[in-house]
T-cell receptor, first 114, second 109 residues
């Protein structure tokens, strides 16, 4: 699986947008970009994923560069409850033999402050 | 959306005993499930791939005789930590498709 690089930590003011970057320069053509977050002592929570196009759901937006070597997770209006460790992972898509088999890096500790 | 349920959420056991953790997919069938382990202040590490109807595939360094995995149905995988010792104390998490259970905190005393 391709590896990802994320900043160790980031801060964001409550109510502002949080933009979390991720580099995945060795991503292969059929690998998706997945984002999860983990709050202490809980399992990772799925946020969003994408292959080539930008994606948006009720939680966040995912912007993937045209060359697919990097992406940005955007939380449009961060709240204190968004404080968590955010993981960017590349992996196989649905139907593939490696679907769901994910290699976690250290992630980004996002702290949202009042 | 898809939901994965894990039970128990936490367990305390005596050294030398065995503990079973269940992972269920609630609204979909999963021929493959995954088991991870997370030590304090560390990231998740994949332990093994649970395959319905066949043997699990273990990652390098994970003892298959210590961490027994059974995937007897399309909605249930179990992880049994055999002869648990304090160093097995950890947060165990299962997943199916792209979704994770809530995790099981195991403390061996």
């Amino acid at each position: 699986d391709a590896k990802t690089t994320q900043p160790t930590s980031m801060d964001c003011a409550e109510g502002r947008a949080a933009n979390l970057p991720c580099n995945h320069s060795t991503i292969s053509g059929n690998e998706y970009v997945y984002w999860y977050r983990q709050i202490h002592s809980q399992g990772p929570q799925y946020i969003i994923h994408g292959l080539k196009n930008n994606e948006t759901n009720e939680m966040a937006s995912l912007i993937i560069t045209e060359d697919r070597k990097s992406s940005t997770l955007i939380l449009p209006h961060a709240t204190l409850r968004d404080t968590a460790v955010y993981y960017c992972i590349v992996g196989g898509g649905a139907g593939g033999t490696s679907y769901g088999k994910l290699t976690f890096g250290q992630g980004t500790i996002l702290t949202v402050h009042p | 959306g898809a939901v994965v349920s894990q039970h128990p959420s936490w367990v305390i056991c005596k050294s030398g005993t065995s503990v079973k953790i269940e992972c269920r997919s609630l609204d979909f069938q999963a021929t493959t499930m995954f088991w991870y382990r997370q030590f304090p202040k560390q990231s998740l590490m994949l332990m093994a791939t649970s395959n319905e109807g066949s043997k699990a595939t273990y990652e390098q360094g994970v003892e298959k005789d210590k961490f027994l995995i059974n995937h007897a149905s399309l909605t249930l995988s179990t992880l049994t930590v055999t002869s648990a010792h304090p160093e097995d104390s950890s947060f165990y998490i299962c997943s199916a498709r792209a979704f994770f259970g809530q995790g099981t905190r195991l403390t061996v005393v």
